[in-house]
Nanobody
Framework: VQLQASGGGLVQTGGSLRLSCVVS????????MGWFRQAPGKEREFVAA????????RYADSVKGRFTISRDYIQDTMYLRMDSLKPEDTAVYYC??????????????????WGQGTQVTVSS
C-alpha cells in the first residue's frame, strides 16, 4: 500500500484547508485509514480515522466539530477537511492505513502504512 498526502499550507487562524491522501497498491475495501499529526517537540497524535467501506469515523476531541474526514473509494482518495483552524493545529499531518480490521485505533503503532507528511501552519 502506498499513500501520497498533499494539501498542506499556510493559513490564518479561523481559515480552512483540505488535505488529500491518494491510495495505491492494494484495495482497502475492508480496512481503515486515518490522519495523525506531529508538532515540533511533540509526539505523533491521532486526529481522525475512517473505515474505507462503511464510512464509520472517529475523531480526536481536539478536532471534533472542526475537522471532517471522508473518502472517495472510486478515486481511491481520503480527505481531511479542516475548518476553524487554530495555531495549535500547526503540525506535519500524516495519512495512514491498516488492513484486516474495521477498528479505528488511536495508537499509531496499529497502522503499518504511512504516507509522507504534509505541513500545515496556522498563523495567529
Amino acid at each position: 500500500v502506498q499513500l501520497q498526502a498533499s494539501g498542506g499550507g499556510l493559513v490564518q487562524t479561523g481559515g480552512s484547508l483540505r488535505l488529500s491522501c491518494v491510495v495505491s497498491g492494494r484495495t482497502l475495501a475492508s480496512h481503515g485509514m486515518g490522519w495523525f499529526r506531529q508538532a515540533p517537540g511533540k509526539e505523533r497524535e491521532f486526529v481522525a480515522a475512517i473505515t474505507w467501506r462503511g464510512g464509520s469515523t472517529r475523531y480526536a476531541d481536539s478536532v471534533k466539530g472542526r475537522f471532517t474526514i471522508s473518502r472517495d473509494y472510486i478515486q481511491d482518495t481520503m480527505y481531511l477537511r479542516m475548518d476553524s483552524l487554530k495555531p495549535e493545529d500547526t503540525a506535519v499531518y500524516y495519512c495512514t492505513a491498516r488492513q484486516g480490521s474495521t477498528r479505528l485505533p488511536v495508537d499509531s503503532n496499529e497502522y503499518p502504512y504511512w504516507g509522507q507528511g504534509t505541513q500545515v501552519t496556522v498563523s495567529s
